[in-house]
């Protein structure tokens, strides 16, 4: 079965049938067929996990078949334990999205329904892609949806938004076709395995390694090119925000290890501490940002850019506890920034305020809500028990191997992120009810229950035993740390 062609075409043949058939004026319509393709699409996933072969980190699920032969260019699909992992969950997180705007949405239901479930199709391909310019056609493809996303259901400023969205991911893809030309010039190929083995000088690498970097570092985003994600997630609908977060951002440290650690190995040796600092920078003055905040998405989406920095950080130590630990990590977050998005999108449905100032006292109002918040907090946090605390573990585990306090500084997101996430919590969920609105309230409806238990399940699943997890990405990263060990000079 082409389970990777399922996985890339039934989100996109749903996303097309839903702006066939659903019109504005039949909107049931369009949800119902959109909750039908997202699911269909995440049932397609499934037998990924359940055939995938460990102990191996060759490419399985291969599919190949002949695109532009003149350019040696191929529709070329495949995953390993590195990557298998995201295309189950940015299926499962569409499949959520989806259900979140199932009442919420009001105006051109159709149309937002069909660019998540196109984007997840794109998203996909990206994730299984290993033809250098099939990858590139569907990074860029999946920007269109994520504009539309933000451009027509945002907030007042979504035009300035989803325009420096644009223009700052597209900037940093130019960069790296220019890369993807020259490799294609020097191995007469487009196969991104084939890549590994070209001989290339430290110089070559160089060059290389910045504009892949700058491509990817972006997408992340790390500092100092992180400056579009908290408008972008601010003037986004939550169901942006979530595949924002959950999803997108993943592609960018995807394509750290997928490209960069692999094809310019000496580069990222050389460069490693470079990227270790900006990643640092990252942890520890974008936590102390998030600190000062007073909307909650953006808040969020500050301690989006330092947990990512832990995975920048953890992939550039070189060690199979630190790329395992940014792995889980990616993961995790995947599933707690959404729940974090989601939970915010619950209020702001009710009260049409993100501002912390707004609330205080919900819980006296909404305990099932708080419960949940409580725990996608302390996950947010990285409470042990959680997935949350996992992925930092191991990295910071790593770190103190390689120097102690590089571990130390790691160390400090831990308490800067229980300052900002639970000081939100206490202003926005404790307290007395100042704010008639709040007084007002209702607790969660059914569909917003079993959302929020869903990513609550995965969460703990991960938390008490990430073991299936790392099983399936362990291989994959110790061929992947040999293959950077090797020198091409």
């Not at 890369?179 to 991104?192: D, H, Q």
């Not at 977060?245 to 310019?264: E, S």
């Not at 991960?462 to 090797?486: C, R, Y």
Request: proline letters at 3%.
């Amino acid at each position: 079965m082409p389970y990777l062609s399922l996985a890339i075409w039934v989100p996109i043949a749903a996303g097309l049938a839903v702006l066939a058939i659903g019109r504005d004026r039949d909107a049931g319509l369009a949800r119902g067929i959109a909750l039908m393709g997202a699911l269909a699409g995440f049932l397609v996933t499934v037998p990924l996990w359940v055939h995938f072969t460990h102990g191996t980190s060759d490419m399985q699920f291969v599919e190949r078949a002949e695109w532009i032969p003149r350019f040696d260019i191929y529709y070329l699909l495949g995953v390993d334990g590195l990557s298998v992992l995201f295309v189950l969950l940015n299926s499962l997180i569409t499949l959520l999205v989806v259900w979140a705007g199932w009442e919420v949405i009001e105006r051109r239901v159709a149309q937002y329904m069909a660019a998540f479930l196109i984007m997840s199709g794109l998203v996909n391909g990206a994730f299984c892609a290993l033809d250098g310019m099939l990858f590139y056609v569907f990074f860029e493809a999946m920007l269109i949806p994520m504009y539309l996303i933000i451009g027509i259901w945002g907030g007042p400023n979504r035009v300035y938004a989803a325009i420096k969205f644009f223009l700052y991911t597209l900037l940093g893809s130019l960069l790296m076709l220019v890369a993807l030309i020259y490799l294609y010039n020097v191995s007469e190929t487009f196969s991104i395995i084939d890549w590994y083995d070209v001989p290339l000088s430290l110089k070559t690498q160089i060059l290389l390694f910045v504009a892949f970097f700058l491509a990817f570092a972006v997408k992340v985003p790390m500092w100092p090119v992180h400056t579009w994600l908290p408008d972008a997630h601010v003037e986004a609908p939550t169901g942006g925000s979530v595949v924002l977060a959950a999803i997108t951002l993943k592609l960018g440290a995807y394509g750290f290890f997928r490209f960069i650690l692999p094809i310019v190995p000496d580069a990222s040796r050389y460069l490693s501490g470079f990227v270790i600092t900006l990643s640092l920078i990252a942890v520890v003055y974008i936590g102390f940002v998030a600190m000062v905040q007073d909307d909650m998405k953006k808040l969020i989406a500050y301690s989006s850019i330092s947990h990512m920095g832990f995975v920048t950080l953890g992939f550039f130590l070189f060690s199979e506890l630190g790329m395992e630990g940014a792995l889980v990590q990616m993961i995790s977050h995947g599933f707690v920034s959404a729940a974090m998005f989601l939970c915010v999108g619950v209020m702001y449905d009710r009260m049409h305020s993100r501002l912390i100032a707004d609330y205080g006292g919900v819980v006296n109002t909404m305990p099932k809500f708080a419960a949940f918040m409580m725990l996608f907090a302390m996950a947010n946090v990285g409470l042990p028990a959680t997935s949350g605390f996992v992925g930092e573990f191991l990295v910071i585990l790593a770190a103190v191997k390689v120097n102690f306090w590089l571990g130390l500084l790691a160390a400090i997101t831990l308490i800067l992120g229980a300052a900002y996430t639970l000081w939100m919590y206490k202003r926005v969920i404790f307290g007395t009810v100042a704010n008639a609105s709040v007084a007002g309230l209702h607790d969660l409806s059914r569909r917003e229950f079993w959302l929020l238990a869903t990513l609550a399940a995965l969460v703990l699943w991960m938390g008490v035993w990430p073991k299936p997890f790392i099983d399936v990405m362990h291989t994959s990263v110790t061929d992947l740390l040999q293959q950077v060990a090797k020198s091409k000079l």
